[in-house]
């Protein structure tokens, strides 16, 4: 199969996305003065935009790749709740994974750009685990979706929804249906997620979750956390991104590091969910370990050259990856 009748293959998949939704809300100004108040820049407002983040990030990166996403989340009972519902209808994903919390707010990412520099920050949010109810309604969606999907994405921001109930019972269910699970973890659950076929942590997430030194540098310092992480939570593979130093895939008895693609830098912000995206698809595809590698470092490289979170453009992923003589 050539990559571009894999690319076009992307469009049969359902994905199941268990995990931490948000809004990312974005403030575009310029900064022409600091305030007289106190040292900091006066941005003056130029637009507004509010976008799908956290784990609906990641499903707007499988939708744009042209598969089907089905998001298993947890939003408020807010204002920022039906405006979440109202972009998840608008993008035309389906909202029957996502539970309604009365306890919790709907997590909201503020972020302040002035000429094209990320000035500020303002999170609204819980981590706060989920209640009884809101974990039984979360199994429920998942019983229900994850049969009729052919992957699943854990996507963990710490925010709570995601514990070690909800993510022993989705991967024993998707290990008895013989579906593939891919994971972008965070430190709290990091030690959780045992038996998954393929665990995408950076080297952050490798540090603190295995307490480890990491020199991004070091290959064989990597070849060893990742051989301890191997050893803790037993996946079939482990996809580790390094940033500048580019990703390691240690899957399916083959081991690759390649080198991160020369690229003008405008945010690294969503990086991370293009990733796992792409990982998911090609697990999905059955494609080679050093495929889904190259295609992941690809696709990482391409979203970080755009302001803000935004997804990846599915033609110009296959285009490049062409180019650069990646297969299936």
């Known amino acids: 199969m050539s990559l571009a009748q894999t690319f076009q293959q992307f469009n049969q998949v359902k994905v199941l996305i268990i995990g931490d939704v948000m809004l990312d809300s974005y403030i575009w100004g310029s900064v022409e003065r600091i305030s007289p108040e106190a040292p900091v820049p006066i941005v003056a407002v130029k637009k507004r935009d509010t976008r799908l983040g956290g784990a609906a990030n990641v499903a707007l990166n499988v939708q744009a790749l042209g598969?089907?996403?089905i998001l298993v989340a947890l939003k408020g009972h807010d204002e920022a709740g039906k405006q979440f519902s109202a972009i998840l209808a608008e993008q035309a994903m389906t909202g029957d994974g996502m539970?309604?919390?009365?306890?919790?707010?709907?997590?909201v990412k503020t972020r302040i750009i002035a000429s094209h520099q990320h000035v500020v920050r303002v999170?609204?949010?819980?981590d706060k685990v989920p209640t009884p109810a809101e974990e039984d309604q979360l199994i429920e969606k998942i019983n229900q979706l994850l049969p009729t999907c052919q992957v699943v994405i854990f996507e963990d921001y710490d925010k709570g929804v995601l514990n070690e109930k909800i993510i022993a019972h989705a991967i024993n269910l998707a290990n008895q249906h013989g579906i593939p699970t891919v994971v972008d973890p965070k430190k709290r659950n990091f030690l959780a997620y045992r038996g998954v076929t393929l665990f995408k942590p950076n080297l952050k997430e490798m540090r603190e979750g295995l307490k480890i030194d990491l020199d991004a540098g070091n290959l064989d310092?990597?070849?060893?956390?990742?051989?301890?992480?191997k050893e803790r939570l037993h996946p079939q593979g482990v996809l580790a991104t390094l940033s500048e130093h580019g990703i390691y895939i240690d899957y399916q008895n083959e081991t690759n590091h390649l080198a991160a693609h020369a690229?003008?830098?405008a945010d690294v912000s969503g990086a991370g969910d293009t990733v796992v995206s792409v990982a998911a698809l090609a697990v999905a595809m059955k494609m080679k370990p050093r495929n889904i590698a190259a295609l992941c470092n690809l696709a990482g490289g391409l979203v970080?050259?755009?302001?803000g979170v935004v997804p990846i453009?599915?033609?110009?992923?296959?285009?490049?990856a062409q180019i650069l003589g990646i297969d299936h």
């Open 67 to 69: 598969a089907q996403p």
């Open 99 to 107: 539970v309604t919390s009365a306890t919790r707010p709907t997590t």
């Open 123 to 126: 999170d609204e949010e819980s």
């Open 221 to 229: 310092q990597l070849k060893k956390g990742v051989a301890v992480l």
């Open 263 to 265: 690229r003008e830098i």
């Open 304 to 307: 970080c050259q755009h302001v």
């Open 313 to 320: 453009n599915k033609e110009e992923l296959l285009r490049e």
